[in-house]
């Protein structure tokens, strides 16, 4: 069979860059006035009054048309790590029953305690057994009807959820849903399409990236599981790759971090490579303008800009990082920036931040701490996804570029005043990257104010080491 090299596909196709810069954007589709759902279309609402007096042919209005948009892309952003989750159960399974060369569980300890939280009795039985009806379990996740891993949201947050018809049922049940109420003539209410898109959302966040987390963990993972599934995974992120010696029971470390000011916030970037812009600059102003400002970074996406910039190194993150950055690594070993290892592991940091807010007694809500969701340029529906549900959970997310609904008046008032009534979090989106440093900074100072933390100020250098 003929192969043609890199180098010759490049040269047929062109690079992606080249290829964003010839083609442009469908000024109308890219604002979400353009409806493709069916094919009696496409119908265009364009004009000033359009969301008032423009009617598609099915009587869609505007908000309708970006709603279905938008719950389109978090569907889409759900099943792809949904694809993930069940592609490492049925790993997990091929491992217990024997029959795969390539995985192995190396982490037994982990493995018994997901079983106590899913009710697998192991005492007596075979670890293979076990691990076999673990990942059984996993799998039942995708069809049933019930929620898992809802024991690691905050009861309060749970009850709320509960209460406005947005906890997520089975994996596979939300994201049919989602293609069924993007369907024409069936759902024109346009709350109802957004609060799909939050259940799609929490799904993915919740239950396929816990999945996800806790499989890595069993079949690669080397720390041995503690008493919660916050420290493990905390463990997981700095101990592995910044700080061996780290242990997990240091989270209740962070927390007081964060109450008494040492750390003014934390930015967690869902660092998306987009080829409209220049590569990574975005991300590294942002990135270090907020280190500069004593927010600690935690970044998990496709494009590792803080590794390239060489700013995952701790004599390199010193010289820029504030002096409470540089103050709190010296003296607990938390560097300025953590780097996961992909955006599907932003479902640890959920469950962190749930630890944290419990731990600090932050009314036992994530929407208490200082912290942000924030991507310098999104451009998926993995993003959009990741940033709704962050938002559901109580994270403010601000993203880089434009928005998806941005014609609709209703739903960018949905996204804003809206979820804040309902989740304490709103989702908006900042086109320049100036813009978001600031707005970062603004939310985090208005947060610590409201949850009655203590005042951030900027501390000195407390030794000369500390400066790198």
């Keep these: 069979m003929f192969k043609i090299t890199d180098d010759q596909f490049i040269e047929e196709v062109g690079t992606r860059a080249e290829r964003a810069s010839e083609l442009k954007p469908c000024p109308v589709g890219s604002e979400g006035a353009c409806c493709r759902t069916c094919y009696v279309g496409p119908c ?39 694809t993930k989750a069940r592609e490492l159960a049925g790993n997990l399974l ?20 997901v079983a106590d939280v899913l009710g697998i009795k192991s005492k007596g039985k075979a670890k293979e057994k076990v691990a076999e009806q673990v990942a059984g379990a996993y799998l039942n996740q995708f069809s049933q009807t019930s929620a898992w891993a809802m024991e690691r949201v905050p009861a309060g947050r749970l009850t709320s959820w509960q209460q406005q018809q947005v906890l997520p049922q089975g994996i596979d049940r939300e994201i049919t849903a989602s293609v069924y109420n993007t369907s024409v003539g069936i759902n024109y209410d346009v709350a109802a399409i957004m609060q799909q898109a939050v259940k799609v959302s929490l799904a993915n966040g919740w239950i396929s990236g816990t999945i996800v987390a806790d ?71 942002i990135g270090v303008e907020l280190i500069k400002n004593d927010i600690l970074v935690i970044s998990g996406g496709c494009n590792n ?53 419990e731990a600090g007694k ?12 924030l991507a310098p340029h999104w451009f998926s529906g993995t993003a959009l996804s990741i940033g709704s549900f962050y938002a559901a959970s109580g994270v ?3 993203f880089g570029g434009k928005s998806p609904v941005q014609a609709s008046t209703e739903i960018t008032e949905i996204l804003t005043g809206g979820w804040s009534e309902q ?46």
């Design 215 to 285: 499989i890595k963990d069993i079949m690669v993972g080397t720390t041995p599981a503690g008493s919660s599934f916050a420290g493990d995974y905390w463990q997981q992120m700095i101990g592995k790759q910044h700080n061996p010696d780290l242990k997990s029971s240091d989270l209740k470390l962070l927390g007081e971090l964060i109450t008494t000011g040492k750390i003014r916030g934390i930015a967690c970037f869902v660092d998306c490579d987009h080829p409209r812009y220049e590569a990574s600059s975005a991300q590294k102003f």
């Design 423 to 468: 989740f304490g979090a709103n989702f908006r989106f900042i086109e320049e990257a100036v813009d978001i440093v600031a707005a970062v900074l603004e939310q985090i100072d208005a947060t610590r104010e409201k949850s009655n933390l203590a005042t951030y100020y900027p501390e000195i250098i407390k030794s000369a080491t500390a400066t790198g």
């Design 94 to 113: 091929a491992a217990a029953q024997g029959k795969s060369k390539e995985d192995a569980i190396t982490n037994w300890s982990k493995l018994h305690a």
């Design 396 to 398: 403010p997310a601000i």
């Design 362 to 373: 932050l009314a036992g809500d994530i929407s208490a701490l200082p912290v942000v969701a």
């Design 305 to 357: 800009t803080f590794g390239d910039a060489g700013l995952l190194m701790s004599d390199t993150v010193l010289k820029v990082a504030g002096n409470n950055l540089k103050n709190s690594y010296q003296t607990t070993g938390i560097p300025p920036i953590l780097s996961l290892s992909g955006c599907i592991d932003h479902s640890r940091l959920l469950t962190v931040l749930a630890a944290v807010a």
């Design 44 to 82: 265009r609402f364009m004009g000033k009054n359009a969301e008032a007096e423009v009617r598609g042919v099915c009587a869609s209005t505007l908000g309708v048309v970006a709603a279905r948009q938008f719950l389109t892309m978090c569907a889409s952003g759900s099943a792809i790590h949904a």
